[in-house]
């Protein structure tokens, strides 16, 4: 479990195919010290678990199923990265829950510079819409962001200078491929109500109607 607050940044120095899979070597900075092996760590919001360790280095497995499902697909060496060590039970809580386990892959459709922020625009499949509303958090390269400007399958975030430049942000351009994770508590509320919803049985199924009635929609 992590929180979407970006520790350092970290350097892919090698990736080697192998059948359906890939092995994932990055170089850590110079403040990220100290991963063990079986640790978790999230490397652009992807959890990743380290199966070997050096001094400046770790070293991670990539299933067919992370190849597909992320960025990580396309991924080429000595591109930036976003590193996140895995909570603890102490840790505050700065962003929102992030479970490392990545919905889609999105696109950067725009990029404009503005006094104080930078707004970044994104695209992403549209079966995954009903998971990104109007002030919703999602997290990108595993960075929790807040979503505006939702429209179709297209959203916008703010980001301000101190996180431009400690993530790898300030390294994308337009068309670069992102993952993206929608919030893990609203999709399971999405998945309770749909099911309530949708029930077969007719008694048990709850209407548009009863809802409005009790106040949960308007």
Do not use: W
Not at 90 to 104: A, L, N, Y
Not at 122 to 149: C, H, N, Q, R, W
Not at 199 to 214: H, N, T
């Amino acid at each position: 479990m992590f929180n979407g607050i970006i520790s350092d940044l970290g350097t892919v120095s090698r990736i080697v195919r192998q059948n359906e899979g890939a092995e994932l070597t990055v170089h850590r900075e110079e403040g990220f010290k100290g991963s063990e092996a079986g640790e978790s760590i999230a490397v652009n919001g992807v959890c990743l678990t380290v199966r070997h360790s050096t001094e400046d280095t770790f070293m991670v497995d990539l299933s067919s199923e992370t190849l597909n499902r992320t960025s990580f697909r396309n991924i080429k060496e000595r591109a930036r990265v976003n590193l996140e060590r895995a909570l603890q039970l102490s840790d505050k809580i700065s962003g929102h829950f992030v479970s490392g386990h990545v919905d889609c892959v999105g696109s950067i459709t725009s990029i404009e510079h503005k006094s104080g922020e930078i707004l970044f625009c994104f695209e992403y499949p549209p079966e995954y819409i009903p998971y990104i509303i109007e002030k919703g958090s999602v997290a990108i390269d595993g960075i929790s962001l807040t979503t505006f400007s939702c429209v179709n399958n297209g959203f916008t975030v703010s980001i301000i200078p101190f996180t431009f430049s400690h993530t790898n942000l300030n390294a994308r351009k337009i068309g670069d491929t992102v993952n993206i994770e929608c919030d893990m508590i609203g999709k399971y509320i999405y998945k309770a109500c749909e099911a309530i919803l949708l029930s077969d049985d007719v008694e048990k199924r709850a209407s548009i109607e009863l809802l409005r009635k009790q106040g949960f929609v308007k």
